[in-house]
């Protein structure tokens, strides 16, 4: 459903993605790991269709990110690592802000609302301003955007960053169920995420892949905890 060839992203002198190219199938969920300043979000930026590549390109269920961007877009819920909201609306304005944008309507506005809130867990702060939000529950009205409108490919930048144990084990069971219908890749500095919820793992660093392996053959093949694989993979690598 995505496969992404040589892409290529830099900010004046310094680049962030270099020739970075994988696939990734309708059920399978992808850790896309890093350090900060690999490339992560920007790999996943050029994908949403939010930065054009340099070079390279990208296709998501079919469309090319260059030559089909409306279709990317409409194929995609994206979460993003800091997410933009009108902190002057309520929860239920944003969402219904988005149906519009997504021309959802009518019955099928109610249906997906009746879907989602309930799903991330915003029932409560529905009518409740976005700017008196606090971090986790400004992350789950972020995470509702992204599944309004039931889209076949998710990508997700850090997820659960600032949700309590609680929170996090209820978005990471969601992400579970969701996994076999959809095509996931979830970037995140939580390891034990990528070990509950990933079957694959991509590390980056400096713009290149470096590894794409599974969480249990890492553990296996470098016979410690997927804390100290990635420290080891992105400290012998990258030196």
Known sequence: ???????????????????????????????????????????????????????????????????????????????????PAYNEMTVGGVLNFVCDARQITGKARRQVLDRVVPMCAIE????????????????????????????????????TDGLDPNQKHEVRQLIGKMAKEKCIIISTHILEEVEAICDRTIIIARGKILVDSTPEKLRLEYNCSLDEVFRKITRSKVA
Request: hydrophobic share 40%; charged share 20%; proline share 4%.
């Open 1 to 83: 459903m995505i496969s992404i060839k040589e892409l290529r992203r830099s900010f004046g002198s310094i680049v962030a993605v270099d020739g970075v190219s994988f696939d990734v199938q309708k059920g399978e969920v992808l850790g896309f790991l890093g350090p900060n300043g690999a490339g992560k979000s920007t790999v996943m930026r050029m994908l949403a269709c939010y930065l054009r590549p340099d070079s390279g390109t990208a296709t998501v269920c079919g469309f090319d990110i260059l030559k089909n961007p409306l279709e990317v877009r409409k194929a995609i819920g994206y979460l993003a690592e800091n997410v």
């Open 124 to 159: 409560s702060v529905y009518h409740q301003v976005i700017d008196t939000l606090s971090k986790g529950y400004r992350r789950r009205v972020g995470l509702a955007q992204a599944l309004i409108h039931d889209p076949q490919v998710l990508i997700l930048d850090e997820p």
